[in-house]
Nanobody, 124 residues
Framework: VQLQASGGGLVQAGGSLRLSCAAT????????MGWFRQAPGKEREFVAA????????YYADSVKGRFTISRDNAKNTVYLQMNSLRPEDTALYYC??????????????????WGQGTQVTVSS
């Protein structure tokens, strides 16, 4: 299984970025997908998650209303559209796959597979 995250970069506060995560080696449409992030010196934290069909989405309070998670099962890809970015959004962003349908979508232990991360830096 491989999860390849891309789309990170340097952006000014208030700007936007769109992250992508392409999955191979798994039945993508049978996996819930999540995005997590980790800032230097901090724990990896939940950002957003989406269920198999994309019907349900979940967000951390800190990104609700600014970030949107979506998926394209035909392309085996999950996206994270990030708008109104803030300096505190600066982190390494990871995508993750959960084949088990865990209900605790905000917990790292629910996810079996992880990508390598893509860096997002927001300047003030």
């Amino acid at each position: 299984v491989q999860l390849q995250a891309s789309g990170g970069g340097l952006v000014q506060a208030g700007g936007s970025l769109r992250l992508s995560c392409a999955a191979t080696g798994l039945i993508f449409s049978r996996n819930s997908m999540g995005w997590f992030r980790q800032a230097p010196g901090k724990e990896r934290e939940f950002v957003a998650a989406i269920t198999w069909t994309g019907r349900w989405t979940y967000y951390a309070d800190s990104v609700k209303g600014r970030f949107t998670i979506s998926r394209d099962n035909a392309k085996n890809t999950v996206y994270l559209q990030m708008n109104s970015l803030r300096p505190e959004d600066t982190a390494l962003y990871y995508c993750a796959a959960d084949p088990g349908g865990n209900t605790r979508y905000d917990e790292k232990r629910s996810y079996d597979y992880w990508g390598q991360g893509t860096q997002v830096t927001v300047s003030s």
